[in-house]
């Protein structure tokens, strides 16, 4: 977790496992954005979820037309 060191400790209520903390970490870095800045690692957390629910939701349709 060396990499997690640099950030602040609200990044820790944001998210419930290491694995979610590094992805976090990795959008932040990717995207350029300061680990500080609060307001936009929220919503690139809040864009993450709702990216992954709409996978879900996706693939969750594939598997019923598979079966059908």
């Not at 879900?56 to 594939?62: C, G, N």
């Amino acid at each position: 977790m060396s990499r997690m060191g640099a950030v602040p400790s609200w990044w820790m209520t944001l998210t419930k496992t290491q694995a979610d903390q590094l992805d976090l970490l990795d959008a932040v870095e990717r995207a350029g954005v300061a680990k500080n800045d609060r307001t936009a690692v929220e919503r690139i957390w809040q864009a993450r979820r709702i990216a992954k629910a709409r996978l879900r939701v996706v693939q969750r349709m594939i598997e019923r037309d598979d079966g059908a």
